[in-house]
């Protein structure tokens, strides 16, 4: 653990009450998840930045919250700092996104790519790496907190598109608008030929009728890493599809 200052309203960022269960703060996550994840715009999109920004601080809240001793010492950091400062609390009141980072962040440690990624309070609390000015070792921080976030949003993709129906499991597959695979080809022309070529031995009508299981188990590739590889429109609209899904089960998301 690290000395970083005052930290976010990780339950706000959430949408979630400081009271919340693990289950309700892991469906907070997948909807807060949805909601920011930058692939849901074009690369180019002038909402790119402002996206990852959100989506690495979504990571960072279920990061903390998710894991009940972290959790502990991050409520304990709540209330040490709730009476010894107030800086940014009027606008953390209005936007849990908009809290500044403390002057010895990411953004001013050097190193290629540091302004790309958002100050994490919670990496540099639980990790003890804030305030490190060497290019190397920052570098090698930026790389372990996008594993970490990956493995995050990777863990409730799945469960998400099986929890929609999205999966391609069981015999409902004719019903492309429901189904992953359905979906993938139903994107574009190139998307399901990708899949195709990348798990071998497969053709197309195997894909569209096998589980989500099936890349895992044919070419050692996760569902979300392959889904990683996909062109980005593809990305975006996969994406949008299951957002649109999870969200119509939630009053006001």
Do not use: C
Request: proline share 6%.
């Amino acid at each position: 653990m690290s000395t970083t200052g005052p930290p976010p309203n990780y339950y706000a960022i959430l949408e979630i009450q400081e009271s919340a269960t693990t289950t309700q703060i892991r469906d907070a996550y997948k909807r807060a998840a949805l909601k920011t994840h930058p692939d849901r715009v074009p690369t180019d999109h002038p909402e790119r930045t402002e996206r990852t920004r959100k989506f690495q601080l979504v990571n960072d809240a279920y990061y903390t919250l998710s894991n009940p001793t972290r959790r502990r010492e991050y409520d304990a950091q709540r209330k040490l700092f709730s009476s010894s400062s107030t800086r940014g609390a009027a606008a953390a009141a209005s936007d849990p996104f908009a809290q500044e980072p403390p002057p010895y962040s990411e953004h001013q440690s050097g190193g290629a790519g540091a302004a790309e990624t958002a100050y994490s309070w919670a990496w540099n609390f639980f990790t003890g790496q804030n305030g490190n000015n060497n290019s190397n070792n920052a570098q090698q921080q930026r790389e372990q907190r996008q594993q970490t976030e990956n493995a995050q949003f990777a863990d409730v993709f799945e469960e998400m598109l099986r929890e929609e129906g999205m999966d391609g499991a069981g015999n409902q597959v004719n019903n492309g608008t429901g189904k992953f695979w359905g979906t993938l080809g139903g994107l574009s022309g190139g998307a399901l030929g990708f899949i195709v070529a990348n798990v071998p031995g497969l053709v197309a009508g195997a894909v569209a009728g096998n589980r989500l299981g099936a890349v895992r188990d044919a070419k050692g590739k996760s569902v979300y890493a392959v889904f990683q590889e996909l062109p980005p429109d593809d990305r975006s609209r996969l994406l949008s599809q299951l957002a649109a899904k999870v969200f119509s089960h939630a009053v006001g998301i």
